[in-house]
């Protein structure tokens, strides 16, 4: 079975954003792979329409994006905990630094809920408009305004974003 | 950007780095090439069931004749819809409701009479959305009890009384006892989601629900493949969606790729009471 015209090369340009995107929704590079794959599967199956009809990647991306809704609503993967302990942070400081806001920062994002999640990926990491965020999600774009703000909020009120480290954190 | 979406975006670029391998075109062409898993959602309020891309219309109906009919044109024409034999009073009468409802779920304005043993239908339908007027339309959810590819090439086993056998074009099926019927919906609709895909919306009455929801509960704890339940019409599997978890609520949503013509003309097939027997159309220009 022959790949469709065009998708080896869009698979090849896409992946990495994909794959990224993926990651921050789910916070597991396994899951994130499986669902990548699951999307592009699908997008195989259709491809002459969706490259008639829209640009692949918003097809592949909204595919991702209610995939991973509809997965977490059904809790089919359970295992994504906030990642048990931030480092000690009294060892070798500066060489930790990084690694200890990744470690903080997808603590933070697993903390919020599927949605909330999503529309902050989608907003600030895909650099999607409200508009956009919203036909992707099925949703109005007052809700994504909503979700967005609750968000952000719920990061910035957050007590772990105070351990955040190397850097002062924008007021 | 205030400062609000640059703490969102530091913690977003922080939170991620590189993929630790990439996407394997391999492992994608298995799962396009592998038996399609469907899935259900039960829900409080409403079920959805996510489907894959249901089979060909023309695989709906084995054995289904369609006269030749000319080609859609503009302005109404009539189409006359016959059995075999000519229909009784009875029947021809609740055809033509049947027919009535399927032209209205389908957005086609017309009207539909009873002539002799037949049925004239005097709107304009195009050729490939005559299979919903004509199918029986007889809708059985069945849970299934195994799966197996079907070579390509081969025809679906005939159902015996051992086993009642469907195919969905790629696997044969063996079902168990029929759950919920068409007398178990009260009606079928296309619809767009807010998304913009569409979208065949089912609801059921109560027995049907109460019915489905027995059923999904007894079968969501099995093994796969014993945990599907197959939406079978006129005997071809539609989809054989996975129950996620028990179905409480009395309408349901079938969601895969269905353009907007795919999605009216499945709904319109399984609207009203199913037929006594498959019509053929043959149509003349008014």
């Not at chain 1, 529309?119 to 036909?135: C, H, M, Q, W, Y």
């Not at chain 2, 049947?98 to 779920?105: D, E, G, H, N, S």
């Not at chain 2, 059921?204 to 929801?213: V, Y």
């Not at chain 2, 309408?251 to 353009?259: N, P, V």
Request: charged letters at 20%; glycine letters at 8%.
């Amino acid at each position: 079975m022959r790949e469709p015209d065009g998708f080896t090369d869009f698979v090849s340009g896409h992946q990495r954003r994909l794959q990224r995107t993926a990651f921050l929704l789910t916070g597991d590079w396994q899951v994130a792979e499986d669902l990548v794959q699951t999307a592009l599967a699908k997008a195989w199956g259709h491809w002459s329409g969706i490259t008639r009809a829209d640009r692949p990647e918003v097809y592949v991306r909204r595919v991702i994006v209610t995939t991973y809704i509809s997965w977490r609503r059904r809790r089919w993967w359970r295992n994504e905990l906030a990642v048990a302990e931030i480092p000690d942070q009294q060892h070798r400081a500066d060489l930790q630094a990084d690694a200890a806001n990744r470690l903080l920062a997808r603590k933070l994002l697993a903390a919020l809920p599927t949605r909330q999640r999503a529309v902050l990926v989608l907003r600030f990491f895909d650099d999607l408009t409200e508009t956009e965020v919203a036909a992707m999600m099925g949703c109005t774009v007052g809700t994504v305004k909503s979700q967005t703000a609750k968000a952000l909020a719920k990061l910035r009120t957050n007590a772990d974003l105070a351990a955040w480290r190397g850097q002062e954190l924008p007021r | 950007m205030n400062g609000n979406d640059q703490i969102a975006s530091r913690v977003l670029d922080a939170a991620v780095d590189e993929p630790p391998r990439p996407v394997s075109l391999e492992k994608i062409r298995d799962q396009v090439t592998r038996r399609r898993r469907h899935r259900v959602i039960g829900g409080a309020a409403a079920l959805a069931i996510v489907a894959a891309a249901v089979t060909a219309v023309a695989m709906m109906v084995p054995g289904m004749v369609i006269r030749p009919v000319v080609a859609a044109q503009p302005g109404s024409r009539v189409i006359e819809l016959a059995g075999v034999e000519p229909l009784t009073q009875a029947e021809a009468g609740a055809a033509r409701t049947t027919v009535a409802q399927r032209l209205q779920v389908l957005g086609i304005p017309g009207s539909v009479a009873v002539a002799g043993g037949h049925l004239k239908v005097n709107a304009d339908v195009a050729a490939r959305l005559l299979p919903a007027l004509t199918a029986v339309g007889q809708v059985q959810f069945r849970p299934v009890l195994s799966a197996a590819p079907q070579p390509a090439g081969t025809l679906c086993p005939a159902p015996s009384p051992q086993a009642f056998t469907a195919c969905d074009g790629q696997h044969i099926y063996r079902l168990g006892p029929v759950v919920v019927t068409s007398a178990g919906l009260v009606s079928v609709r296309a619809a767009r989601t807010p998304a913009g895909s569409w979208v065949i919306q089912l609801q059921f009455n109560a027995a049907g629900a109460r019915l489905l929801a027995t059923a999904t509960g007894r079968i969501v704890t099995l093994q796969p493949p014993a945990n599907e339940l197959a939406i079978c019409v006129d005997g071809v599997v539609w989809s054989a969606p996975t129950v996620m978890s028990e179905f409480t609520g009395g309408s349901s949503r079938i969601a895969g790729d269905f353009t907007e013509a795919h999605a009216k003309l499945l709904a319109a097939t399984i609207t009203g009471r199913p037929l006594p027997e498959p019509l053929h159309a043959s149509s003349s220009r008014q």
